[in-house]
């Protein structure tokens, strides 16, 4: 079994290294995070559409000022449905939810999969869950397995796993210095959950903890998939050339600007002009020699006027990519009904599949972990989807799906 694990880590890895460039592109043209990146930023329109698109995917599929999910009986002997979603929503609106979940559709967004970790949250909190945004570059999946890897301090190890005794050739790290940091692995593999310290040897000597899971606490969610892949792929990843090209553009545009204002210059070479002593500012006096050419300026020869052209039509397919240009009910000016079923239209038409995905991979889901962990606390009779009661999606995208029979909203 341990040997199955790590083989099955080994590969979950090898499969992950694949799109590793490319989420560091992804993340360095959208939110750069290093003083680095931030230096060779030179167009914002990917991150100010990005920042579009994911405050979108809030407002429609989980706005926080309107009920976006619905419990039904499934007959007069289920349990109580209503009562259910009402202590569901409660405790969702109770929990951290709302700030965590948009950090996950900027993960959806730029790299096209997002995990959100699902926890219990102590007794005595105000709501029965705790949420965590995963950045995805700390996890692993295969088709039935979530690897997550993280550094904690030795001493919130022990307190996260009371049970586990370190190792003889730790211990001794460990009590003289508590904050070490340790890197762990978390899996979950079916129910079937697992952490150890990822320190090289032997697995089965650094296992921290073994149990299982009713429902995965790890809610991995993507934006698009492609046929034999795992990882998702994103409106950012679609439009990663243009976005690299028109930075591109945008850099020489005012490198040629610098060009433009100083200018470039030339002089004879007659020991008199001292080069190093003139200052090119507005209302300086440059002394020359009598008879001398002093400075002339060189034409560069570089015309970048096209650039505005070719840059325009690069931001307006980022734009177009990352759906800043369709997105949303309503235009600067007003629409008729007609008008605005059209515009609903074609949203769903461009978000459809993807509004699928989400219903499955994330909705459910959560609905699932958060009646699960209700009914372990007695807060609810337990409580089955499909079984017991459907799950009645009403945010504002699924309304409109269904008035355009795009889609039903009971799942």
Known sequence: MQQNLQTLYKRALDMRSAWQNRWD???????????????????????????????????LLTPPESMWLDLVAESDLSPDAEFATHVLR?????SNFYTTIHQCYLD????????????????GSSSAFTFTAIPVSDIAILPDAVFHTTSMAARDILAQYPQWTPPSDLRDAITKNPEMPLKIVQSIIGTEFTAWLDVGGDLENNIISR???????????????????????????????????????VELVLKNATIAVSGIWQADDDGVINLGNINLTPGAIIPKAVGSSGLTPLSSGADFDVSQLVLKDLRERIRHALL??????????????????????????ILGATYGRLLHEFIRPLCDRGLQILSNRGLIPAIKLNSDAELKYIAPIARTATSESVFGGVL
């Open 90 to 94: 409660t405790n969702l609106n109770d």
């Open 324 to 349: 800043a240009d369709r997105l949303g009910m309503l235009s600067e000016k007003e629409m008729t009904a007609t008008e605005i079923l059209a515009r609903n239209a074609d949203m769903m038409r």
């Open 108 to 123: 959806l967004v730029i790299y096209g999969t997002a995990c959100l970790f699902m926890a219990q949250s102590p007794m």
């Open 211 to 249: 149990g299982t899971f009713e429902t995965n606490p790890y809610i991995i969610f993507r934006w698009s998939v492609a046929s034999g892949e795992i990882y998702g792929r994103s409106p950012v990843l679609r439009a990663l050339p243009d976005i690299k090209t028109a930075n591109k553009v």
């Open 25 to 59: 592109d992804a993340r360095r043209y959208t939110i750069p995070a290093s003083d680095s990146d931030i230096a060779t930023l030179y167009d914002s329109t990917a991150s100010d559409a990005v920042d579009n698109l994911a405050a979108s995917i809030y407002t």
